[in-house]
Every structure is written in C-alpha cells, then in structure tokens.
Nanobody, 125 residues
Framework: QVQLVESGGGLEQAGGSLRLSCAAS????????MGWFRQAPGKEREFVGG????????YYADSVKGRFTISRDNDKNTVYLQMNSLKPEDTAVYYC??????????????????WGQGTQVTVSS
C-alpha cells in the first residue's frame, strides 16, 4: 500500500509561483514513475506532467510547458511541482499519482495506481 500526501496549494495572483509537494510512504518510491494531474471545476482530470523513477525524464502537457517543472528527491520520497507564471486557468485541484508498474511516466490517468487526496490551487487575475 502507498500513501501520497500533497501540500503547498493555496491562493496566488496571476504571474506568481507556487510549489507543490507530494510525500510518499509505504513502498520503494524510487522504483516508480510519478505524475501530476489536475481537475478544474466542471472539467475532467487532466495530465499536467510526469517524471521517471530516476528523474532523468520529464514530460509536460503543452498548457504548462515552460512554466511548470517537476522534480523528485528519492531520499525524501517526495516529488515536487514548481509552478511559475501562474494563470487563472491553472486553477484546479492538483493530484499526484504513482505508477507501480513502470519507471516511465504515462500521460494516462488509468495507468496510475495510487493517488493523493489533492490540493487546491487558485490563481486570481
């Protein structure tokens, strides 16, 4: 069993920055790919980005590329989402997820086995 706990969400003005953290426990964190997803009100959950188990590969949705950066610290069992140049359309609940089957991150929600509870990010204009 894996527990994922996100933190770092909040209210920020457009153009500002936030850093989300996702702490994992219960499994060998360093073996698995991690992903970040988000869900805005009235919309389906969407892929934001992912990182491979060894952090040598990262992938991003086009909507956040160049503004968001994913990193991980396997010694701390934590993955991060640094969000810069925030826009009102980034407002959503953000979730981290772990894929226990592979080292490479997937863009598909169904590939992930464990999810955090989510953290709210609100960007004001």
């Amino acid at each position: 069993q894996v527990q994922l706990v996100e933190s770092g969400g909040g209210l920020e003005q457009a153009g500002g920055s936030l850093r989300l953290s996702c702490a994992a426990s219960g499994r060998t964190f360093s073996n698995y790919a991690m992903g970040w997803f988000r869900q805005a009100p009235g919309k389906e959950r969407e892929f934001v980005g992912g990182i491979s188990s060894s952090a040598d590969r990262t992938y991003y949705a086009d909507s956040v590329k160049g503004r968001f950066t994913i990193s991980r610290d396997n010694d701390k069992n934590t993955v991060y989402l640094q969000m810069n140049s925030l826009k009102p359309e980034d407002t959503a609940v953000y979730y981290c997820a772990l894929d226990r089957d592979t080292w490479a991150p997937s863009t598909y929600e169904s590939a992930y086995d464990y999810w955090g509870q989510g953290t709210q990010v609100t960007v004001s204009s």
